[in-house]
């Protein structure tokens, strides 16, 4: 599996953490990829690595670790947006990618806010792309 598509599960795994109330361990599990509820065929075909299975752990894990200093950060990035009125799904793209940019240092930033627009075309409300963007570079520029 690619690590877009260990992203985009670590993307829907802190969605559910965050929308659905799903505690830590079962999102870390990953055993709802599999669910024939999932309609995204690729991701579900491409659960069995292991290794790609432990960089979506890693990025759910580290994103829930870390959520207060993420969360401050996007905060401290938002002008004239109220984080509450961010959508769900925009909110956990910047999660997980606000983890990436302060917390691995093992890829590039460009790549991180890349796969996040990427992302956010596939996932996000329309043009939600360019606000992922725009909030992810300002962040990139301050650390």
Request: glycine share 4%.
């Amino acid at each position: 599996m690619s690590r877009r598509k260990s992203r985009i599960i670590a993307f829907q795994g802190l969605y559910s953490w965050d929308v659905g109330g799903i505690n830590e361990k079962d999102v870390l599990n990953l055993s709802w990829v599999n669910s024939s509820s999932n309609e995204d065929e690729d991701v579900e075909k491409a659960l069995p690595d292991d290794e790609s299975s432990a960089f979506s752990r890693m990025l759910i894990a580290g994103t829930i670790e870390n959520i207060e200093k993420i969360d401050e950060t996007i905060k401290a990035h938002l002008t004239n947006w109220d984080f509450n009125r961010v959508n769900r799904v925009t909110i956990a793209i910047l999660r997980m990618s606000v983890y990436s940019l302060l917390f691995t240092k093992d890829v590039d930033p460009s790549i991180v806010i890349d796969e996040a627009i990427d992302i956010a075309k596939n996932y996000g409300p329309d043009d939600s792309y360019k606000f992922v963007n725009a909030i992810l570079d300002n962040i990139r520029k301050s650390i």
